[in-house]
T-cell receptor, first 119, second 112 residues
Framework: EAGVAQSPRYKIIEKRQSVAFWCNPI?????LYWYQQILGQGPKLLIQ????????DSQLPKDRFSAERLKGVDSTLKIQPAKLEDSAVYLC?????????????????FGEGSWLTVV | GQQLNQSPQSMFIQEGEDVSMNCTSS?????WLWYKQDPGEGPVLLIA?????ELTSNGRLTAQFGITRKDSFLNISASIPSDVGIYFC????????????FGKGTKLTVNP
């Protein structure tokens, strides 16, 4: 079974530029997550989708970050304009089936991450 | 927001030694998860705990969901060099993997 795919793996941009990350979740996974992981810290949830709807975006800095999952499959996360403090790894994760009466059915699987450096 | 206090921050051990790390919170969690992250990779789930008091093993790894639902620990027995990495605890107040909150990680170094 293919895992969560992310691209690009690495990106270096100047502050005030824009960047976009793409994620393709595991086939059939209804729930997709974007996490931000700053060096030396644990991942922090930015946004959660179920199918093509947003479930939680309370920690997404909406003045500069946006995300979409138009067809309920793959997703893009955009940052515009980027700031120095946005340097981090952006992790995409997915889970199936999105809700399950059995808690273990909600196990999430992470991609390898997209590493962003803002200079 | 909810925070998880994970300790220790780092550990340096000799191959063959046992390791213990823990996570505490001021909030009650319905799920505790333990992940391992290797350099350049995303976190990989090691153990998931869904009931207070639950004790679960995965090979040389054992984790427990605290009775108070505010803590969890992870033990690694007879460590080997490939155990090197960063271990994260994560919890959900909603259950499953909804709105996971992560600790800051424990960096483990194993000397052969």
């Amino acid at each position: 079974e293919a895992g969560v795919a992310q691209s690009p793996r690495y990106k270096i941009i100047e502050k005030r530029q824009s960047v976009a990350f793409w994620c393709n979740p595991i086939s059939g996974h209804a729930t997709l997550y974007w996490y931000q992981q700053i060096l030396g810290q644990g991942p922090k949830l930015l946004i959660q989708f179920q199918n093509n709807g947003v479930v939680d975006d309370s920690q997404l800095p909406k003045d500069r970050f946006s995300a979409e999952r138009l067809k309920g499959v793959d997703s893009t996360l955009k940052i515009q304009p980027a700031k120095l403090e946005d340097s981090a790894v952006y992790l995409c994760a997915s889970s199936f089936p999105g809700w399950s009466p059995v808690p273990s059915g909600n196990t999430i699987y992470f991609g390898e991450g997209s590493w962003l450096t803002v200079v | 927001g909810q925070q998880l206090n994970q300790s220790p921050q780092s550990m340096f051990i000799q191959e063959g030694e046992d390791v213990s790390m823990n996570c505490t919170s001021s909030s009650i969690f319905n799920t505790w998860l333990w992940y391992k992250q290797d350099p350049g990779e995303g976190p990989v789930l090691l153990i998931a705990l869904y009931k207070a008091g639950e004790l679960t093993s995965n090979g040389r790894l054992t984790a427990q969901f605290g009775i108070t639902r505010k803590d969890s620990f992870l033990n690694i027995s007879a460590s080997i060099p490939s155990d090197v990495g960063i271990y994260f605890c994560a919890g959900s107040t909603q259950g499953g993997s909804e709105k996971l909150v992560f600790g800051k990680g424990t960096k483990l170094t194993v000397n052969p």
